[in-house]
């Protein structure tokens, strides 16, 4: 399997607050890679090293080769990358209708759940809503090269979180993309292949299968 994106010996500082211990993280193309670790972990960081919303002290980032540590995060958005975050992830004065169209112009919203919605403001929806609306970002995303999720669950009903995993792994399965996401527990119904790294402050605890952890 080919490595799409790596952090490459990442170092991240907040402050004086060291919080990625230079990580060597690759996360192949067309397999789901899932960041593991409680809060502060650095799992969060991680994802951010990858998307270029913060910089590193040290190290490289490199996306098929080339280094883009310097690429600004909009850069990296226009060769493929999508970052949903896992808070103020939409724009809350645009309607619902807005926000998709930010996403993929003329696309229908991928959860039902939205379509009553699309004259909201996205700003008064539920924290279950907003989350719908902002991995409507990932979900329509078909030709996207690097997919970063971070706690894509947060707020969903399960039925509805299930099925967002189910557009996360066809996204990298079926269309090769490299799909990460930072999880505080390993999802079910990841597919065969699935990669699992655990963070532990900001150093690499274990790398491997999900049937592989203690």
Known sequence: MSVEIALRAARVRYGPLEALHGLDLPVPAGTVTVLLGRNGSGRTTALRALAGTVRLSAGRVV??????????????????????????????????????ALAAPGATAPYPELLPLLDRPAGTLSGGERRMLALSRALLAPRARVVLVDEPSLGLA?????????GLVALAVAGGAAVVLAEQRVPRGLPPGTLVHELRRGSLAFSGEPAELG
């Open 63 to 100: 996306w098929r080769g080339a280094d883009v540590t310097r690429l600004p995060a909009h850069a990296r958005v226009r060769r493929g990358l999508c970052f949903v975050p896992d808070l103020e992830a939409v724009y809350a004065s645009l309607t619902v209708a807005e926000n998709l």
């Open 158 to 166: 399960p039925p509805v979180a299930a099925r967002t995993y189910r």
